[in-house]
């Protein structure tokens, strides 16, 4: 059984940074496993923010947080890192780790996505 855990979030002043992370356990994650970050607002649907391959050579981002967030990944530790700069408030949400089963290569789609975390809730004040 595979388990994600979050941690890392909480209050964070507009311009400040938090840095996520997540925990795996319950399996020893490989070159089908890409993982990722989605966050969803109050009210909203939830949505992709970034995404990294097992090897950590390719990443992807939205739009609205590419240039301000880093996602990275220590296979080692089997953790996933989001380094989150410039905070603004409509970064506000519940931030979700993700990984997949069976896709590799940056992915972007929720549906392709297996294992969830059970949620940080990130928020930024202005």
């Known amino acids: 059984q595979v388990q994600l855990v979050e941690s890392g979030g909480g209050l964070a002043q507009a311009g400040g940074s938090l840095r996520l992370s997540c925990a795996a356990s319950?399996?020893?994650?490989?070159?089908?496993?890409?993982m990722g970050w989605f966050r969803q607002a109050l009210g909203k649907d939830r949505e992709f923010v970034a995404t990294?391959?097992?090897?950590?050579?390719?990443?992807y981002y939205a739009a609205s947080v590419k240039g301000r967030f880093t996602i990275s990944r220590d296979n080692a530790k089997n953790t996933l890192y989001l380094q989150m700069n410039t905070l603004k408030p409509e970064d506000t949400a519940v931030y979700y780790c993700?990984?997949?089963?069976?896709?590799?290569?940056?992915?972007?789609?929720?549906?392709?996505?297996?294992?969830w975390g059970q949620g940080t809730q990130v928020t930024v004040s202005s």
């Open positions: 319950g399996r020893t994650f490989s070159g089908d496993n890409t």
């Open positions: 993700a990984a997949t089963d069976r896709w590799s290569g940056a992915v972007w789609d929720e549906w392709k996505y297996t294992y």
């Open positions: 990294i391959t097992w090897s950590g050579g390719t990443t």
